[in-house]
Structure formats: C-alpha cells, structure tokens
C-alpha cells in the first residue's frame, strides 16, 4: 500500500468519525435541550407535588399517642437486667479467674453474656477465667451508667 492510499484511507476513517460526532452531538443538544424545557415547564407543579408530600408526611408521624407506653414503664425492666448483671458481676472474683463455664452455673439460668460485661471494662480476661475489675457498677441510674 502507497503513503498516497494510506493517507486518504486516514483521512476517509477522520471523516466518518467526525460524521458521527456531529450526530452524537446533536443528539445530546436535543436531548439536553428537551430536558431542561421540560423541567422548567413542570417545576411548579413538582414544587407543589412536594410540598403536599411533605405535609402528608408530617400528618402521619409517629404512633397513636395512645398506643405509645407510659413514661416510667420501662424503668421496672430497666432496674431488673441491672439488678441481674449485678448478680453476674458478684458472682466473679477480684483475684481468682472463673472460667465461663462456672460463671454461668453461679448465675442459675439467668441470661448475660460476658461480651459485653468485658468490651465496657467491668470484667477483664485472665488465665483461662474471667475476674472483676475495679469499675463501678450502677445498678440505679436509669440511664446507662457509662453514658
């Protein structure tokens, strides 16, 4: 093949890509063009569909008030996990480790985890057991006593 086919082979290949980048073009200008004309037509009519959604929305928020529990009512089941977590913790010694096993034959049936008695620092891991450590337990507060 000669430089001189070469060549009008190139520039026939430029001419079509151009040829289709003028019609990309042109499509994007009329779609863009369709786009923002029809946003603008429907903007006040958007605007009022939103703010009759927003209103629906705060209409329906939250339960019945009726349904909902009485302040305090919680406090009774609050106060007796407290009171069984200190029973968890009294059943643990400051020196000798328990292993887990133990620990929950201490505490006949009742449901704690370690875990989280650990990640909050009342308890600590050593030697095969756990121990109790020095940090405070609340069992009164209401809230929760770390917080």
Do not use: Q
Request: aromatic share 4%; net charge positive.
């Amino acid at each position: 093949m000669s430089s001189s086919k070469a060549i009008d082979r190139l520039r026939a290949l430029a001419d079509e890509c151009e040829s289709k980048a003028r019609a990309y073009r042109l499509a994007a200008e009329a779609l863009n063009g369709h786009d923002v004309g029809n946003r603008a037509a429907r903007g006040d009519a958007v605007l009022a569909e939103a703010v009759a959604l927003d209103k629906a929305r705060r209409r329906g928020r939250g339960p019945d008030r009726s349904k909902r529990a009485a302040p305090g009512s919680k406090t009774a089941d609050k106060l007796a996990a407290r009171a069984r977590t200190v029973a968890a913790l009294d059943a643990l010694d400051t020196a000798r480790p328990l292993p887990a096993a133990e620990w929950r034959e201490k505490l006949d049936g009742a449901r704690i985890a370690i875990g989280p008695l650990v990640n909050s620092g009342y308890v600590r891991k050593k030697a095969g057991g756990f121990i109790r450590t020095a940090k405070p337990y609340d069992a009164t507060a209401v809230n929760h006593p770390s917080k």
